[in-house]
């Protein structure tokens, strides 16, 4: 089992930045997928980032590309999402997730295992 704990969300105005963290505990490995996704109300879940930790390479949603970094404290179990410029269509509940292996793509919500249990982010305008 693994346990995400996300942190970081709140409310923000357009232009602004926020960073989310998830702090990922219990069985890890060293070959994983970590990921962002999020929700916006009366949408489905979308993918935002994600992070493969053997070797750290990243990939982004078009829409966040340029504005948001993925990055990841192999120390701390923890991945981050810096959030910048921020837009009102950014606005959702954002959650962690994370895969048991790293050669999964990584942009679909059926490839990850375990999902934190969603941070509110909302972007006034």
């Known amino acids: 089992q693994v346990q995400l704990v996300e942190s970081g969300g709140g409310l923000?105005?357009?232009?602004?930045?926020l960073r989310l963290s998830c702090a990922a505990s219990g069985r890890t490995?060293?070959?994983?997928?970590?990921?962002w996704f999020r929700q916006a109300p009366g949408k489905e879940r979308e993918f935002v980032a994600r992070i493969?930790?053997?070797?750290?390479?990243?990939?982004?949603a078009d829409s966040v590309k340029g504005r948001f970094?993925?990055?990841?404290?192999?120390?701390?179990?923890?991945?981050?999402?810096?959030m910048n410029s921020l837009k009102p269509e950014d606005t959702a509940v954002y959650y962690c997730a994370f895969a048991n292996n790293d050669l999964r793509a990584g942009v679909r919500a059926y490839e990850y295992d375990y999902w934190g249990q969603g941070t509110q982010v909302t972007v006034s305008s």
């Open 29 to 35: 490995i060293n070959s994983y997928l970590m990921g």
């Open 12 to 17: 923000v105005q357009a232009g602004g930045s």
């Open 69 to 82: 970094t993925i990055s990841r404290d192999n120390a701390k179990n923890t991945v981050y999402l810096q």
């Open 52 to 60: 493969r930790w053997s070797g750290g390479s990243t990939y982004y």
